[in-house]
């Protein structure tokens, strides 16, 4: 079964240090990775997805096919980061997203 | 990329009452999706809407309990019936355009007393 792991619930860092969450998935096809963000009070927004290869807000994720992984990084982290980060994947015909469990990133200033 | 607006934002109610939550794109979409995050968890699909037809649902989800419409492409209503505290969680619709990308609503809140 497709399956997202986020191992990291909670990340804590200083400002200006570099951000990696980590984001494992298993699915046996050809995924579509995406990373969400959650600022407080607002809703769900895509930060990236694998296919555009861009870097929104100074993050980037490359997907490693061999270790079916989709890291999200920062060189150098702002308190407005502070967020809560999902790692999700499109699979199949039906193009279903399924998300890992989140993880709260806190910047320390 | 499509805009949703959901509602309603929040609603408390009665054990053993429904209730219909809405949202509306802004343009036309694909897929749309319904999802339920309950509290401390992830996202998990509880059904893709159809339009004209039935919705798909996801194991351990019933139409019985969500039954879901979708009208047209850019409207489509969950209902949570006979509702328990269980069903406490946040709802979210989701829409999928053209390109791939994937939108969300701002969710409803159910508090189930």
């Known amino acids: 079964a497709q399956r997202v792991t986020q191992p990291e619930k909670l990340l804590s860092v200083f400002k200006g240090a570099p951000v990696e969450l980590k984001c494992n998935y298993s699915?046996?096809?050809?995924?579509?990775l995406f990373w969400y963000v959650q600022y407080s009070r607002q809703r769900l927004q895509l930060l990236l997805r694998?296919?555009s290869r861009e870097s929104i807000k100074g993050f980037t994720a490359d997907l490693n096919k061999g270790e079916t992984s989709f890291h999200l990084k920062k060189p150098f982290a702002q308190e407005e980061d502070s967020a809560m980060y999902y790692c999700?994947?499109?699979?199949?015909?039906?193009?279903?997203?399924?998300f890992g469990q989140g993880t709260r990133l806190t910047i320390n200033p | 990329s499509a805009v949703i607006s959901q509602k309603p934002s929040r609603d408390i109610c009665q054990r053993g009452t429904s209730l219909t939550i809405q949202c509306q794109v802004d343009?036309?979409?694909?897929?749309m999706f319904w999802y339920r995050q309950q509290p401390g968890q992830s996202l998990t699909l509880i059904a893709t809407?159809?339009?004209?037809?039935?919705?798909?649902?996801e194991s351990g989800f019933v139409i019985d309990k969500f039954p879901i419409s979708r009208p047209n492409l850019t409207f489509s209503t969950l209902t949570v019936s006979n509702m328990s505290p269980e069903d406490s969680s946040i709802y979210l619709c989701?829409?999928?355009?053209?390109?791939?990308?994937?939108?969300f609503g701002s969710g409803t809140r159910l508090t189930v007393v």
């Open positions: 999700a994947l499109s699979y199949g015909g039906a193009q279903k997203l399924v």
């Open positions: 343009s036309q979409v694909t897929m």
């Open positions: 694998h296919i």
């Open positions: 989701s829409g999928m355009d053209r390109d791939g990308g994937y939108t």
């Open positions: 699915y046996s096809g050809s995924p579509e």
């Open positions: 809407a159809n339009q004209g037809s039935e919705a798909t649902y």
